[in-house]
């Protein structure tokens, strides 16, 4: 039987953090207090300019192949989750490929599935290393979200922050990725999109996200605590064998309330979304890194991602690392 599991995780923030003063400092309409009260965000990263999605994704898969102790060459499928690629093709993930020096032919594609990309992207991965296709994947969410807000609309311009996060996943004798599920509902595509887009040399139609807050908040709750009950029953683990949770991080009220209904107390539960806000299909990756990274996530012990997104998307997966 083979399995997938995680070699190493890396990820990345650009420049430095942005504070809810410093919005304020330039001249958005909001308070530290309202923002930190409603989603317990308190900063978060813009990239600069000069930087694009597959640049952030290049120094977290750096930092995730140092992590697992191999070379670029030595990976032979490249995923990218992304809602902010660099451009309309090629893919970001064969631009991180090219950028990582990666000269073996390995199969590199974008999946576009919003805050839920990057547990469909671990999702796909782990299947292509079941069926023994390959070998190591790099499995990177990266954002540069500031680039698709509109900073005069308070409501979501204070939500949303740029970063990268990424995994190695390796063929290996023991799990690994225990289950997963992924899921879509496309009739809810308005309370969370971007509806615009480039034709004929111009943007047709409104190119910034649009969001009804909260629509997404009762949607997400719902979805969360569903998908995470499915996948713990598809893995036979009973929510108390689970020694932590990493929740999409978009809102710490959404996690509380997820963590609520599933009876998961918040001290096994990862939250980064205070020091990065929303980096969509970023976030899950980046608090996983920064758990491992910082001990608390330790060999042995089984995690649960989820995530949930515009399209609707959302998926969980239970892994052991
Ligand atoms: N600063 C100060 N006041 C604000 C701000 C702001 N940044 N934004 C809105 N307000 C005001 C509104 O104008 C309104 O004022 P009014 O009562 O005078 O009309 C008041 O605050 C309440 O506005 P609501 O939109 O009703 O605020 P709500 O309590 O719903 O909180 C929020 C908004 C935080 C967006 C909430 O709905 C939410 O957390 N939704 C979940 C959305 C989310 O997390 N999305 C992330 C992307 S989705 C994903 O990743 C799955």
New binding site residues.
Partial sequence: MIYARIAGTGSFLPGDPVTNDDLVARG????DQ??VE??GIRSRHLAPPELVTSDLARIASERALEAAGIGANDIDLIIVATSTPDCIFPSTAALLQSKLGIRNGSAAFDIQA???GFVYGLSVAEKFIRSGSHKRALVVGAEVFSRILDWSD???????GDGAGAVILEASETPGMISSALHADGSHHPI?CVPGSVASGQIIGDPFLR????A??K??VRVLGDVALEVLEQGGVEVGAVDWMIP?Q??V??IQATAKRLGVSMDKVITTVDRHG?T?AA?IPLALDVAIRDGRIRPGHRFLVE????G?TWGAALLQL
């Fill in positions: 958005i309409d909001t308070s309202w923002i409603r989603t919003v805050c839920s308070r409501g979501t311009c204070v939500l949303f969370l969001m009804d807050g909260q997404v908040f949607f997400a999409h978009a809102n009220r959404i929303n969509s976030s995530g949930v997104g515009g609707f």
